[in-house]
């Protein structure tokens, strides 16, 4: 996308405590389609930082004498406080301008990873992690409001593709990149070259990001209110059954392809590759979508996440049937962060960092339900019955959040 605006402008929100009748004019300022794209890297850095573990679990768990289990532990702390980091970072920085915010929360994720790096044992990796979940979490939540104000709001869809894009791309790239990288220079090295990826991100973030100011008046107040309000809450509840549902069934696909369509390790790395690039197709797809037909991402999205599952757990047997879902599956799942976002914006556009905070603790919990209903069902009744009631779940997502538009308008 190209980052000539000369004929765009963008509003900014007007000072803290002026009103539309106050005599205050909002200062228009060209579009920042720069500052967008390293918001997108800096996204990118930061989720692939956030995954490198699962590729090297072995490799750290031998190092420093724990089990494997034990390692994987690196990867759940970083979603665990997500829970809070979101709303945390929007509430506790009320005043501070979003652009130092934002490069900040890459500075944080930069000194997790070179504290990985040289950890001497598990405790510190540990607590390292913890920075870089509160990192992402905060990035992600600030995202939404700083570009809201970076691009003007009939391209926030598209905007917010872009930084999505970074999801997408860290989550095709990380996990084959970081074993590849293993074998060649340690795992000590590959979080050392992760940090210096974020020292990039950081650079291009000073060179392009305009300064930012709040957007509304963001505080736990602000937060509290923004969740209480009825639309804002249907909205929160469709998140949560939307992502849960993906992931109810998304973390347990190894052992469903196993037991349904019996595939080998490698015929399984390939179906997770071609999950990986319908998801960047699908973020793709959105941007270009959300900005005129978002009520037709909002029902077709989850959809797309409801059938594929179903499909696959009926007819997953037949291979076809089970690549076609994985396709349908990752263009669905690949298109909701930009909707979910772009949704909660039209629906709250005086409390963009609270909803963004909101949105990001909604994912996080989702990620928590959906796993462990998900091995509740594989447990007690089977992995089919894991597919089978994300997918209703997720349907059922998209229906209250569609409901929940049409409440509001």
Known sequence: MSTNTASTTVISPAPAGSSPGSGEAPVPRRAAWAG?????????????????????????????????????????????????????????????????????????????NVLVAIAPVFGLMLASRLLLGLAISGFWAMSLAVTAQLVPADRLGRAMTIVNMGVSLATIAAVPAGAFLGELVGWRTVFLGAAAAGVVALAVQLATLPSVP????????????????????????????????????????????????????????????????????????????????????VLGAPAAVGIATVLFALWGADFGVAVASVIIWGIGFG????????????????????????????FQVAITIGAGVGGLLVDSVGVQAAFLGGGVAAVLGGIVLTLAKTRNA
């Open 36 to 112: 967008v794209v390293s918001l997108g890297l800096g996204i990118f850095t930061l989720v692939a930082s956030e995954f490198l573990p699962a590729s090297l679990l072995s490799p750290i768990a031998a190092d420093l004498g724990i089990t494997e289990g034990t390692a994987g532990q690196l990867v759940t702390a970083t979603s665990v406080i997500g829970i809070i980091g979101g709303p945390l970072v929007v509430s506790a920085l009320p005043r501070i301008d979003r652009r130092w915010v934002m490069v900040g929360l890459t500075t944080l994720a930069i000194l997790s």
């Open 335 to 362: 298109a909701i962060p930009t909707m979910v976002q772009t949704w909660m914006a039209g629906v709250a556009p005086d409390r963009l960092e609270s909803a963004g905070g909101l949105v990001v603790a909604a």
């Open 214 to 297: 709040p957007a509304g008046s963001p505080g736990f107040r602000t937060l509290v209110s923004t969740a209480a309000r009825p639309v804002v809450a249907l909205g929160i509840l469709s998140i949560v059954l939307i992502a849960g549902g993906h992931f109810t069934g998304f973390t347990y696909l190894r052992p469903a392809f196993e037991t349904i369509g019996g595939l080998d390790p490698a015929a399984l790395a390939l179906v997770l590759a071609v999950f990986g690039v319908a998801s960047f197709i699908g973020n793709l797809v959105a941007g270009l979508v959300a900005d005129r037909r978002l009520g037709v991402l």
